[in-house]
């Protein structure tokens, strides 16, 4: 099936500080959707990009579909300790996840 | 509230032994989909359904069976074929179309012994 590799696996990061990490995908996507997911919950969705090269913000957050339609990012600016979780891009129909980036924030 | 409710939370089962993890959506989604989830593979998924009394295979199918007689809901059977049947299990429920995004429900932790 269809892979997404993202990265970093694990981020250790200072309170306030901007977080960034991406997704990459062998084939092209036609959607790209960004989840967080909290210890012992479902992932929740946060941004959803419809359109290559489209930027969209959603408070703190903002994510970009690449251009190529073949990876997407999200940041995170200004961090806080509510942040912490697992972050999972995911795209097409069923959804494919990628296998997520676990964020810490150290107060 | 509308929402997805997976049951139980935590499950224990001796090997060999069958089990059944409930979803339930009052949303009015078409669509209802299970995944699996093992520490740092992501999501992986098992089954999905887009109407009643119709449903698909995902990447991990093995060792596992669904039904679809209600729109509401979309049980998933871990069968004794099942090879690693622990894991955090995932069901989700969308409108047709990743447009839509997913709504995910709690999930169902369960525990082979």
């Known amino acids: 099936g269809q892979q997404l590799n993202q990265s970093p696996q694990s981020m250790f990061i200072q309170e306030g500080e901007d977080v960034s990490m991406n997704c990459t995908s062998s084939?092209?996507?036609?959607?790209w959707l960004w989840y967080k997911q909290e210890p012992g919950e479902g992932p929740v969705l946060l941004i959803a990009l419809y359109k290559a090269g489209e930027l969209t913000s959603n408070g703190r957050l903002t994510a970009q579909f690449g251009i190529t339609r073949k990876d997407s990012f999200l940041n995170i600016s200004a961090s806080i300790p509510s942040d912490v979780g697992i972050y999972f891009c995911?795209?097409?129909?069923?959804?494919?996840f990628g296998k997520g980036t676990r964020l810490s924030v150290i107060a | 509230d509308g929402g997805i409710t997976q049951s139980p939370k935590y499950l224990f089962r001796k090997e060999g032994q069958n089990v059944t993890l409930s979803c339930e959506q009052n949303?009015?989604?078409?669509?209802m989909y299970w995944y699996r989830q093992d520490p740092g593979q992501g999501l992986r998924l098992i089954y999905y359904?887009?109407?009643?009394?119709?449903?698909q295979k995902g990447d991990i199918a093995e060792g596992y069976s669904v039904s679809r007689e209600k729109k509401e809901s979309f049980p998933l059977t871990v069968t004794s074929a099942q090879k690693n049947p622990t894991a955090f299990y995932l069901c989700?429920?969308?409108?047709?179309?990743?447009?839509?995004?997913?709504?995910f429900g709690s999930g169902t932790r369960l525990t082979v012994v």
């Open positions: 359904s887009q109407i009643v009394n119709d449903f």
């Open positions: 995911a795209g097409n129909t069923p959804l494919v």
């Open positions: 989700a429920s969308s409108s047709i179309g990743t447009a839509y995004g997913y709504t």
């Open positions: 084939s092209i996507f036609n959607t």
């Open positions: 949303l009015n989604h078409d669509a």
